[in-house]
């Protein structure tokens, strides 16, 4: 088997179009989910390693690393995908709702690259070229977010990360953040809130899932870039 690439959160959306992507190049992939959506079932018959993880305390996660190491010695990649997009609105207790974000967003990715790296470096080690660690963080890790302050929070720790564990792992392992806007709604977004949203950048569309692959494909196809942040967000910084 190939060395897998890791998509963490990768049972919906981004993170399981990032799977079927890689698995239709032959590339092979290990993915977490944590509810079994149908499609993980699907991704499994498709020959991805389908691993359960709940990163939502630190039992979760060593258990996941643990579990991680019995399927594999090597890793080209590890995509940072997880997350929950969690408001103040939302959550009374904000305390909780703090410490909810930065676990899924910061602790979770530098947990497993600290404990991961040796996988990363097994690639390297037999290819000569740079494995990669990439973060998905967010356009508001730049603003700030007055609805979403936890999250913004602890996408921008995120964000630092990259640049801390880019030098720390260089240049055996490449690490960079994409930082995406809108790409794909949710169900229940209404038309309202969709119509507002799409205002917000410049090219006032809804990207879709393809956008980020692309991004993603670059940075795996560089032996340069490393420590950098990707924006993918149709020109919002310019709105
Ligand atoms: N969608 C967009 O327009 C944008 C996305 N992004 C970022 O891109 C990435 C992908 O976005 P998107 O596909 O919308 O993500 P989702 O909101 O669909 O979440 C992805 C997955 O993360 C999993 N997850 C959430 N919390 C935990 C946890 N505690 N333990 C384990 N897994 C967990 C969810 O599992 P479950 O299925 O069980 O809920 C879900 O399947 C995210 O990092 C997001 O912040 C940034 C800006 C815009
Ligand atoms: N985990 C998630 N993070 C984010 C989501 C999402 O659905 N899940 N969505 C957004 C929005 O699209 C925002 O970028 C535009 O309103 C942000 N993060």
Redesign the pocket.
């Known amino acids: 088997m190939t060395s897998p690439i890791l998509i963490?959160?990768a049972?919906?959306?981004?993170?399981l179009a990032l799977a079927k992507h890689y698995l239709a190049q032959g590339q092979s992939v290990i993915i977490?989910?944590?509810?079994r959506?149908q499609a993980v079932d699907l991704l499994e018959q498709q020959g991805a390693v389908c691993i359960f993880?709940?990163?939502?305390n630190d039992t979760?996660i060593s258990t996941f690393i643990n579990t991680l190491n019995t399927h594999t010695s090597s890793l080209r990649a590890i995509i940072h995908?997880?997350?929950?997009?969690d408001c103040e609105a939302n959550n009374p207790d904000f305390a909780v709702l703090f410490d909810s974000m930065m676990r899924?967003h910061a602790k979770t990715p530098y947990l497993i690259n600290l404990l991961c790296a040796d996988l990363l470096l097994n690639y390297q080690a037999s290819h000569n070229v740079p494995a990669d660690i990439i973060h998905?963080t967010?356009?508001v890790v730049e603003t700030g977010s007055p609805k979403h302050l936890a999250y913004a929070a602890s996408?921008a720790a995120l964000d630092n990360l990259t640049k801390s564990f880019s030098a720390k792992y260089a240049p055996n392992i490449k690490v960079n953040s994409v930082a995406?806007?809108?790409?794909?709604f949710n169900e229940h977004d209404d038309e309202a809130y969709r119509a507002k949203t799409l205002k917000k950048s410049l090219m006032g569309i809804e990207p879709g899932c393809q956008e980020?692959i692309n991004s993603i494909d670059l940075l795996l196809q560089s032996h340069y870039i490393t420590g950098r942040a990707l924006p993918v967000d149709g020109g919002r910084h310019l709105k």
Do not use: C, E, M, V
């Open positions: 963490t959160g049972g919906q959306r981004i993170g977490t989910y944590r509810t959506h993880a709940d990163f939502s979760g995908n997880a997350s929950s997009w899924i998905l967010d356009y996408k995406p806007s809108l790409i794909i980020i």
